[in-house]
């Protein structure tokens, strides 16, 4: 279990720093901020998939890394999505 949460962080984390590669332009926060909401995100969506599949011990299933990245994205294109919303009004 502890594994498949390390893995998850590190989905996160490779996510929060891959949409700050792809996401054009200046951002109001940090490299870290964003690792951070890839992170929670992909947390949430690893979590989210153990109370469907539950989770085979010693094993890393396809299903938590898909909904982990899923999370990871979710968070990272809601956080743009409000901070594009502030910057406009």
């Avoid at 998850?8 to 792809?22: E, H, I, T, Y």
């Avoid at 011990?57 to 999370?71: A, P």
Wanted: glycine share 16%; hydrophobic share 60%; net charge positive.
């Amino acid at each position: 279990m502890l594994w498949n949460l390390a893995i998850f962080v590190l989905v996160g984390v490779f996510a929060g720093g891959a949409a700050r590669l792809f996401y054009p332009g200046r951002q109001p926060m940090q490299v870290l901020g964003t690792m951070m909401i890839g992170v929670a995100g992909a947390l949430l969506g690893g979590l989210l998939s153990w109370a469907f599949w539950p989770a085979v011990e010693g094993q890393v299933s396809s299903s938590g890394l898909l909904m982990s990245l899923l999370g990871a994205g979710l968070g990272l294109a809601g956080w743009a999505s409000v901070a594009y919303a502030r910057r406009i009004s």
